[in-house]
């Protein structure tokens, strides 16, 4: 029965690719569909800037490609998703080389949807998904670039083609399943959990479970690049992952998920390093900036907005500042309602801390305003814990910002690194460190402090360019899993 179903749907799809083609303008046989899977790609953060990258230079260097991103920005058109993508990234892309498929159901993958057991829920509702862009769309080559690796399995028995990946960040590593070991509160760990050993002890058979399948998940792919040294490491652990009681029950399942070996299976992951715009913020001034420390980060949990608040808070309790000259602006993008609820929180957490005249709040900045701000503002200020890669961190580096970043995750790793063998700036974990280490940078000499911007922006647009990222991109060898005539 399935087999029937997947030979109707390829069927189908001839008649709309050939629809496809004849919309663009473009006829030729020897065209080739790259299907990107990336349902909030209307989002403006970090991720959706290696989308839009790797897009526009696929549409400079291979006339013979039509990209096609898959959506669940409904509420928009392709030339709205466009002129965002310019408004907000300054790249400019070709309609006639690009396409959309737009997905309905995106709320099947949102945290929303999914109370309980959000990862599972969230990776079954991926499924579903990435079911809908099959049966309107099938490329030649599948890319995911969201991080939904449950993907893969659908479109290898829907479709047959290859499918290859970039991944932001791990949907669980070992160190959420360590968290719940050691019952650590956290954004994806409550209280309720970490209070009780029987809950915690289920939460952590479920994180085992669900990793086993993850790892399963990844391997089916045919390429991965990774973003940052930490999630290579994370990445290629979970490949090499194995639980012998898990496979063996696996093996009892009477209709498991197949993939086809001819396109091979990972074993590793490549760095890729995201692509920064380095060229035009790296020409502003290094001297005579503003008081004024910058988030540039959506407003999404796993960023701790709140910590910044706090670690300002107590930053202004020792700084001789009678006028109040000092500031902090947040700037990030709010998807959804929930975002948008967070906002309110924080709003309501600076009126407690009494920061209501040091606090502003800029949400959803088109891109010269946030330029604006990068060629002023003095500190740039990121808590995420783990973060993946940190764009952010490197435009504050590229514009002459001193970086305040966690001591985890790329900023220490890749990012806030030495420079000939000089610090590049400065890393943090706590409230009170965070504290610590912006008072420090503040009170440089005048001497130290344009140095130490100087060594941060030559790394930053030394190691993490556009360029780069377009030569590590095609060292992946996608192409080679692309059909020939």
């Known amino acids: 029965m399935f087999r029937i179903y997947r030979t109707k749907l390829q069927t189908a799809n001839r008649a709309r690719r050939t629809d496809l083609l004849r919309r663009l303008g473009r006829n030729s046989t020897s065209l080739r569909l790259i299907g990107f899977f990336h349902p909030y790609c209307n989002a403006g953060g970090g991720g959706e800037r290696v989308l839009w990258t790797a897009i526009a230079a696929l549409q400079r260097t291979e006339p013979d490609i039509i990209s096609i991103v898959y959506s669940g920005d409904t509420d928009a058109t392709k030339e709205d998703i466009i002129s965002k993508v310019k408004t907000r990234f300054d790249i400019a892309l070709d309609p006639k080389a690009l396409d959309f498929v737009f997905l309905t159901s995106r709320k099947a993958v949102e945290d929303s949807t999914w109370r309980y057991f959000t990862l599972l829920g969230q990776s079954i509702g991926s499924m579903y998904l990435a079911w809908e862009a099959m049966s309107k769309l099938i490329p ?12 893969f399995h659908v479109v290898s028995q829907l479709s047959g083609i290859p499918v290859g990946t970039y991944v932001h960040y791990p949907t669980i590593s070992t160190n959420m399943l360590n968290r719940v070991k050691s019952r650590k509160k956290w954004h994806t ?8 050993m029987f809950l915690s002890q289920g939460k952590l058979l479920y994180y085992r479970i669900f990793m086993y399948y993850y790892s399963l998940s990844l391997r089916s792919a045919a390429f991965i690049m990774v973003n940052s040294s930490w999630t290579r490491n994370h990445v290629d652990a979970i490949l090499q992952h194995s639980d012998v009681l898990l496979d063996t029950l696996h093996r009892l399942i009477p209709f498991r998920m197949s ?17 920064c715009d380095t060229r035009a913020i790296s020409q502003f001034p290094l001297t005579g900036r503003d008081r004024v420390i910058l988030s540039l980060a959506q407003f999404r949990p796993e960023k701790d907005h709140p910590t910044q608040l706090r670690a300002f ?5 020792h700084q001789s500042d009678p006028e109040h000259s000092l500031k902090l602006v947040l700037i990030g993008g709010s998807r959804n309602a929930s975002d948008e609820a967070r906002v309110q929180a924080l709003r309501s957490l600076a009126k407690d801390l009494k920061l209501e005249k040091n606090v502003e709040f800029i949400i959803n900045a088109p891109y010269p305003i946030m330029l604006n701000w990068l060629s002023k503002a003095s500190i740039g200020l990121s808590t995420m814990v783990d973060e993946h890669f940190g764009i952010n961190v490197v435009e504050f580096m590229a514009a002459g910002l001193i970086p305040v970043a966690h001591k985890s995750g790329g900023p220490l790793q890749d990012i806030v690194v030495p420079f000939h063998e000089q ?3 400065y890393h943090a974990d706590s409230v009170e460190t965070f ?10 000499s005048n001497d130290e402090d344009l140095a130490m911007r100087q060594r941060a922006r030559a790394w930053a647009v030394q190691r ?5 990222f377009e030569k ?3 060292a992946s060898q996608w192409r080679s899993f692309l059909p020939v005539d």
């Open 140 to 151: 030649d080559l599948y890319i995911d670039t969201m991080g939904y690796a449950f993907t």
């Open 472 to 474: 590590g991109w095609n």
């Open 189 to 196: 760990n409550s209280d309720a959990i970490t209070s009780s």
């Open 423 to 425: 610090p590049t700036g």
């Open 259 to 275: 993939f086809n070996s001819k396109y091979g299976f990972a074993t590793s992951a490549q760095i890729v390093y995201p692509p």
């Open 464 to 468: 993490f360019s556009e360029e780069e």
């Open 435 to 444: 504290a610590a280490a912006l008072h420090t940078a503040l009170s440089l």
């Open 313 to 317: 808070s107590q930053l202004l309790e």
